[in-house]
């Protein structure tokens, strides 16, 4: 058996900081590290993949909530459309007993009127007849806030038209 060679100066200052048998390092601690690093990389994952679903989820429900919303957006607009359609604006104006105006004047800058203005033209309805609630149907209730249902609506009559319009107004002196 061969002895190891004794060492002199700067080599066996070096040598007695090292120890002096052959030593073999603890692995439980080691092992126990391993083992904690994987389990808390595991847990992470875990904990990780559990948020991405709820979120997962939440995203659905909220993309379904948005579809429904859109849906009666799109379904409210096509009642605007069609109550704002010129055609439903004008059965509308007719129910309620509007009519066409006639030709309009107009007033120019200088004072001078341009044109000949025309009354409007009584045309009925056809299909319902005109009725105007009277005037105490029209008239909040100051119980309640909100108007009275009319019990019976009166006819509109037509308006009565002399044959001409200028004889029907007297003349301004100094025009």
């Given at each position: 058996m061969q002895r190891k060679p004794e060492?002199?100066?700067?080599?066996?200052?070096?040598?007695?900081?090292?120890?002096?048998?052959?030593?073999?390092?603890?692995?439980?601690?080691f092992v126990l590290l391993v083992v904690?690093?994987?389990?808390?990389?595991?847990?992470?994952?875990?904990v990780m993949n559990s948020a991405l679903s709820e979120g997962s989820f939440k995203m659905d429900d909220l993309q379904r909530d948005?579809?429904?919303?859109?849906?009666?957006?799109?379904a409210l607009q096509r009642d605007i459309d069609a109550y704002s359609a010129p055609d439903a604006l004008q059965r509308r104006a007719r129910e309620l007993g509007m009519v066409?105006?006639?030709?309009?004047?107009?007033?120019?800058?200088?004072?001078?009127?341009?044109?000949?203005?025309?009354?409007?033209a009584w045309l009925p309805v056809q299909d319902a007849p005109l009725l105007v609630p009277p005037p105490e149907a029209l008239s909040l209730d100051p119980a309640t806030g909100s108007s009275p249902s009319p019990a019976a609506p009166a006819?509109?009559?037509?308006?009565?038209?002399?044959?001409?319009?200028?004889?029907?107004?007297?003349e301004t002196p100094g025009r």
């Open positions: 060492l002199k100066g700067r080599a066996a200052r070096f040598a007695r900081l090292f120890p002096a048998g052959p030593r073999q390092a603890a692995r439980t601690p904690l690093l994987l389990g808390g990389g595991l847990i992470g994952l875990l948005t579809k429904s919303l859109t849906d009666e957006e799109q066409p105006g006639g030709d309009p004047a107009f007033l120019n800058p200088d004072g001078t009127v341009k044109g000949v203005p025309s009354p409007a006819p509109l009559e037509p308006p009565v038209q002399s044959p001409d319009p200028t004889a029907a107004t007297p």
